[in-house]
């Protein structure tokens, strides 16, 4: 995309701040993973990346081991389509679940970048890691999930775009143009 994801301006805010404030309700102060320094005009904690270079799992990894909480909601930070009605129904399903991780799935596979997982994956996410493991999904193998599947989300995402995440430009013009089907206009830039 050639910018931050995390810092595109969506109606007026950072992203970031976006997914933020829908977590922070339900979880308390969120964190973000990253480099110090291109968040901290946010006011928000910020973790350096424990393994930087090496995408999602390593942001897991780092998040996991700076936790102190039993479960930890783990978001991406270009999913603009979530509702805190959806964020609340994951949470609540985790609490009650025996499994390691709750990760939704789509018609794209495993969302496991908008999923709960348990302080106790930290191991199991770290030693995939020391064997080269950089896909998330690759890691999940070794943890117990227990899968929310489409006919399950779909109540809060009649659409199917729940988890639809910015990765070009082009996603953000048809984002926005969703947007301003469902609500009228919303800036994303």
Sequence with gaps: MGRDKALLDFGGTPLI???ASLAQPLTGAPAIVGPPDRYANLNLRVIPDDAAGIGPLGGIATALRDSRE?????????????TSEWLAY???????????????????????LCAMYRKSCEANVAKSIARGVRKVTGCLAALKIERIEPH???????????????????????????LERKYGKVALR
């Design 17 to 19: 701040l976006r997914i």
């Design 70 to 82: 039993p479960w930890n909601l783990i978001l991406g930070c270009d999913l603009p389509l979530l």
């Design 90 to 112: 994951l949470i609540d399903r985790a609490l009650v679940s025996a499994a390691d991780a709750i990760v939704p799935q789509s018609a794209a596979g495993a969302e496991p």
């Design 152 to 178: 399950e989300w779909k109540a809060f995402d009649a659409c199917g775009l729940l988890f639809r995440n910015l990765n070009s430009l082009k996603d953000i013009e048809e984002i926005a143009a969703a």
